[in-house]
């Protein structure tokens, strides 16, 4: 099982800056990816961003531009930059690992925007 710690969730006005963390219990070379999910109330789960072992990135089209997913492979750390926040990215963010085809999750942070 692997454990995922996150941080960095808060309230922040329209156009600001929140920066998320997620440390994992084990080298992410050992992951085939993480990324960050996130939930608004009454919507499905979606995925924001991803990063491969490989080191590769892909993101919803929404935060495009806006959103950088990084990594720190030292710390087993993955972080989420959201710049230019909007009020629709209001959501439970949620880190998540992918290993030998399993998802495995943290346990979530808020993101509230206000306009």
């Known amino acids: 099982q692997v454990q995922l710690v996150e941080s960095g969730g808060g309230l922040v006005q329209a156009g600001g800056s929140l920066r998320l963390s997620c440390a994992a219990s084990?080298?992410?070379?050992?992951?085939?990816?993480m990324g960050w999910h996130r939930q608004a109330p009454g919507k499905q789960r979606e995925l924001v961003a991803i990063?491969?072992?490989?080191?590769?990135?892909n993101y919803i089209d929404s935060v495009k531009g806006r959103f950088t997913i990084s990594r720190d492979n030292a710390k087993n750390t993955v972080y989420l930059q959201m710049d230019s926040l909007k009020p629709e990215d209001t959501a439970v963010y949620y880190c998540?690992?992918?290993?030998?085809?399993?998802?495995?999750w943290g346990q979530g942070t808020q993101v509230t925007v206000s306009s």
């Open positions: 998540y690992a992918k290993k030998f085809g399993f998802n495995h």
């Open positions: 084990e080298s992410i070379f050992r992951l085939d990816a």
């Open positions: 990063v491969t072992s490989g080191g590769n990135t």
